[in-house]
């Protein structure tokens, strides 16, 4: 999937703006890059478009992974994207689905291996038969 088409279906996913999807995609997969691995980072930014890549940054200083819980993920998101973790909430899912979208499926099993159990409702979307965007 080229950067353009992953932008677009976070937009679509998200009712919201491409600059808006543009913010939500950067905050999410930053986020995410801090909750995996360093090894997993890069092995899932090799699959990502390359504005994508960058965003995926794994961190010198270690292989190892931060560890926090989901509210904390959405909650960092909507600090990076300016919006509320409603909001966040909403925007991870759409990410987490178009990466499914955008990546094989061994990869996103294996960056979902690395969540912890309270992620399950930012994942799962994405892991169903034609994921779309649910609203809870």
């Known amino acids: 999937m080229n950067y353009d088409t992953f932008v677009d279906q976070v937009a679509r996913r998200t009712h919201m703006s491409s600059e808006q999807a543009v913010a939500l995609t950067r905050a999410t ?4 890059a801090e909750r995996l691995t360093g090894g997993e980072v890069l092995d899932l930014a090799a699959q990502l478009p390359k ?10 200083r270690t292989e190892s992974a931060d560890r926090f819980g989901a509210a904390e993920f959405v909650a960092r998101i909507a600090v990076r994207a300016g919006i509320d973790e409603s909001a966040a909430r909403d ?11 955008a990546i094989t499926g061994g990869e996103f099993d294996d960056v979902a291996t690395q969540l912890p159990r309270d992620y399950r409702k930012l994942v799962e979307p994405a892991m169903a038969p034609g994921a779309t965007l649910r609203r809870s």
């Open 91 to 101: 925007a991870a899912r759409a990410v987490f689905i178009t990466l499914r979208e």
């Open 51 to 60: 504005p994508l890549q960058v965003v995926m940054k794994p961190r010198p």
């Open 29 to 32: 997969l930053e986020t995410l």
